[in-house]
């Protein structure tokens, strides 16, 4: 049996994440983790506190966990367990447990692929979103693309309007599954 490529779409907020993890898996007919985050955020009314950490980490985990389990040949991850100490650092300094940052370590090092979406489109307000200026979501894409990097992480830039971004995610998605079969 074939190994399950893991498919993380990367990036800051606002760059088209859960647009493209919920169009490759429908390409592909594979299924995708939602990012954990969001529905606990909804459920919290947005108070989200350091001490919520631990919890985060833990349902992001299991959503892609579940996904993984139904892959045959994929899965599609709509960001993922670095993110999370990503945004751990920048919202809670300090804050981010020992364990979050060891499981994120051997987690990503698991991913067959990282597709870094770049924030070449517009920003679009969410109550969950906390950096519309074009210099923090600079910043923010200089972070995300630096995990990558230090860690020497496999990834794919996915930049330019809608139908270059499919192209470029799914020539990716294409080189991974034939490396993976």
Known sequence: MAEVGRIVI??????????LTQWLAAQFGEPWAPEFVREFWDLRGG???AHDLGTIALGQMANEDLAGAQARRAVFFD?????????????????CP?????????????????????TDVPF??????CFPEPEA???????????????????VEIRGEWPERERAA????????????
């Open 10 to 19: 990367f990036g800051t907020e606002s760059t088209g994440k859960t647009t």
């Open 47 to 49: 108070a989200i506190g």
């Open 79 to 95: 960001t993922d367990l670095l993110t999370c100490t990503l945004w751990n650092d920048a919202l809670f300094p300090g804050a």
């Open 98 to 118: 020992a364990w979050v940052r060891a499981e994120a370590e051997k987690r990503a090092r698991g991913h067959a692929l990282y597709l870094l979406c770049d």
């Open 124 to 129: 679009a307000p969410d109550p969950q979103r």
């Open 137 to 155: 979501r600079e910043r923010a894409r200089a972070t995300w693309r630096g995990a990558l990097e230090s860690r020497g992480l496999a990834f």
């Open 170 to 181: 799914i020539a990716a998605v294409e080189r991974v599954l034939g490396a993976t079969s």
